[in-house]
């Protein structure tokens, strides 16, 4: 399977623990996004790397997460001292930067915090 | 007022017949225009994106955009109960990269 990939799929935590989640995006895209999607809602933008670099970081992003792309490959989020707000689906995307950036996502991360 | 918006349904329609969604934008310098189906439980899937003005075919899928209007649509032909789903409007404005998505309109085939 040559898609994005993300790990774990799920993930229950009690309130004020760390939690880290990791993406692996599409082999040859360089960009990887991070959303986050509440139930009935459209996702919503966390941050944005190319390659390496963290270009964007929305004000969703408190400083309670932090999130690496350490070899321009794969991603990880960390949210520390998690809270029942935070308890939503993740979701990685990746995208060529030299397309109309079509983004394509993976299966996501279900966060419970209990 | 909301920057992507959506009817947020049900809408139902008869196995077979055409699903109409509508997707309205308020940021005028949008410039790439995607919808993206969701199956309950499951991440979003790309199943069209559209550029300029007019209309784009792939399959039973077409994607109508109005840049004027602020506009973009999605129509199904030949709905299947496969096509349940809620069908996410997203735009990228101009200069920028990320996703901004409506609430997502779902969609219900009857048999």
């Known amino acids: 399977d040559t898609g994005v990939s993300q790990d774990p799929r799920h993930k229950i935590t009690k309130r004020g623990q760390n939690v880290t989640f990791r993406c692996d995006p599409i082999s040859e895209h360089n960009r990887l996004y991070w959303y986050r999607q509440t139930l009935g809602q459209g996702p919503e933008f966390l941050t944005y790397f190319q390659n390496e670099a963290q270009l964007e970081k929305s004000r969703l992003l408190s400083d309670r997460f932090s999130a690496e792309r350490p070899k321009g490959s794969f991603s990880t989020l960390e949210i520390q001292r998690t809270e029942q707000g935070d308890s939503a689906m993740y979701l990685c995307?990746?995208?060529?930067?030299?397309?109309?950036?079509?983004?394509?996502f993976g299966p996501g991360t279900r966060l419970t915090v209990l | 007022q909301k920057e992507v918006e959506q009817n947020s349904g049900p809408l139902s329609v008869p196995e077979g017949a055409i699903a109409s969604l509508n997707c309205t934008y308020s940021d005028r310098v949008s410039q790439s225009f995607f919808w993206y189906r969701q199956y309950s439980g499951k991440s979003p899937e790309l199943i069209m994106s559209?550029?300029?003005?007019g209309d784009k075919e792939d399959g039973r899928f077409t994607a109508q955009l109005n840049k004027a209007s602020q506009y973009v649509s999605l129509l199904i032909r030949d709905s299947q109960p496969s096509d349940s789903a809620t069908y996410l409007c997203?735009?990228?404005?101009?200069?920028?990269?990320?996703?901004?998505f409506g609430g997502g309109t779902r969609v219900l085939v009857k048999p």
């Open positions: 995307a990746s995208s060529l930067s030299i397309s109309y950036n079509e983004q394509f």
């Open positions: 559209i550029y300029s003005n």
């Open positions: 997203a735009v990228i404005k101009a200069a920028g990269n990320k996703l901004t």
